[in-house]
């Protein structure tokens, strides 16, 4: 508040309750030890985004800065796969942890003004996953799984709920697209282009809202 806000007494900041409202904070009493604000919430936070991400867990510090920006984008269901190209050493990062995951989620509220925190489910065992749970919940949505160069154009706008399945940079083995296909997903591609996958979340994301 000092450093970054340099706020002082009577000024107005953006504030908002984790899983409430968002609104304006004025500050009454500032200095090293306390701050005290007069909080009014206002408003509701921004609507979530009706798509749920399955995405192959990707290298740590690629992790970090995505699930920064799903959060910014207002993607409120991660769910984080294990996958042939996945390395098993991933599965044991620290940036896995529940508290390294919440900070990341967290800043991602903050630059977008929302307070509602995403959902991060962890599946690190892919074919049981698929198989077992997946058909449950991809359920009423429209299913699509990004594959670089292979299936249909990626679709522009939806209309409806989506689930969203993005591999690993290279994409997923035919094995796991076959598995993916018999459940339902359509698979699709944004052109010829192998992208990292923190490019091509933030593309595909923009792509369908």
């Known amino acids: 508040m000092l450093e970054v806000h340099r706020a002082n007494h009577g000024d107005h900041l953006a504030v908002g309750l984790i899983g409430g409202r968002i609104g304006t904070g004025t ?50 269901r991660i769910i984080l796969v294990n996958a042939a190209r996945v390395e098993k050493s991933y599965w044991q990062s620290p940036f896995l942890a529940p508290e390294a995951v919440r900070h990341q989620l967290l800043l991602g509220l903050e630059q977008s003004c929302d307070t509602v925190l995403p959902e991060v489910i962890l599946k690190p065992l892919f074919r049981p996953f698929v198989e077992d749970e997946l058909p449950m919940i991809m ?62 979340v933030p593309a595909l994301v923009s792509r369908l809202f």
């Open 139 to 200: 359920a009423g949505t429209t299913a699509l799984a990004a594959h670089p160069g292979a299936g249909e154009p990626f679709p522009c706008q939806s209309s409806g709920p989506v689930m969203l399945a993005v591999g690993p940079e290279g994409g997923f083995v035919p094995y796991e697209i076959e598995m993916l296909v018999t459940r339902g997903f359509t698979v699709v591609s944004l052109g010829e282009r192998i992208l990292n996958v923190e490019t091509a």
């Open 27 to 76: 500050v009454t009493v500032i200095d090293r030890t306390v701050l005290e604000m007069d909080i009014r919430l206002e408003r509701d936070p921004p609507a979530a985004l009706p798509l749920t991400i399955v995405l192959a867990l990707p290298r740590p510090k690629v992790l970090r800065r995505v699930l920064y920006s799903l959060s910014v984008l207002g993607v409120k």
